[in-house]
């Protein structure tokens, strides 16, 4: 398994499948150079020739989905770099008011791993490394955690959402919510 080979025969489709994903073309061009590094530094740990492609192909949907976690943390997305564009963000701007009051309103724990992860943009395995716990189970953690946080959002309002999971509309339940401003 030669890279240069490798990159001759996958890196146009690479390229389209990054321009399907991501609109402007410098920062297709620049993740495409990302996706070739992380190539040249992984490449050892593909089994076998017939998984090239399939790994070649998840590892770019990856880097795109760190990409568009960095631009969503600094806050300067714009419209015209995401492959969706969100209709109206006033229900995004509501119900952003509960999260932290929500996240607080859970065990230590859970409320410390949330705000860490989701609040300030820590990464899971810098979290878990920080924390000596394993991963995998820090994983499991934040799913539950968030598991939890969804509960109580549905126990304060009636969220209506997207077919990506999104909120686009919500009721607050009769007799309200302690724990959200809205």
């Known amino acids: 398994m030669n890279l240069e080979s490798i990159w001759q025969e996958y890196s146009t489709s690479l390229r389209s499948f990054l321009h399907s994903r991501v609109s402007n073309d410098a920062d297709v061009e620049d993740l495409l150079q990302e996706v070739l590094i992380k190539t040249h530094q992984n490449l050892d740990t593909v089994a076998s020739s017939e998984k090239i492609k399939p790994w070649l192909f998840q590892l770019t949907n990856n880097t795109i989905i760190d990409y568009y976690r960095k631009k969503g943390r600094t806050r300067d997305v714009a419209a015209a770099d995401l492959w969706y564009e969100e209709d109206d963000d006033v229900i995004e ?6 999260v932290e009051p929500f996240i607080r309103a859970l065990p230590k724990k859970t409320a410390d791993l949330l705000f860490a992860i989701d609040i300030e943009g820590k990464s899971q395995k810098d979290y878990a490394e920080k924390t000596r716990i394993s991963y995998s189970t820090l994983k499991s953690q934040v799913q539950r955690g968030r598991a939890k946080l969804r509960t109580l959002f549905d ?18 339940k009769s007799g309200g919510c302690d724990s959200c401003p809205t």
Request: with cysteine; glycine share 4%.
């Open 155 to 172: 126990d304060c309002c009636s969220l209506t959402l997207d077919k990506h999971g999104n909120a686009v509309d919500f009721q607050t």
């Open 93 to 98: 701007r509501e119900l952003s008011q509960c």
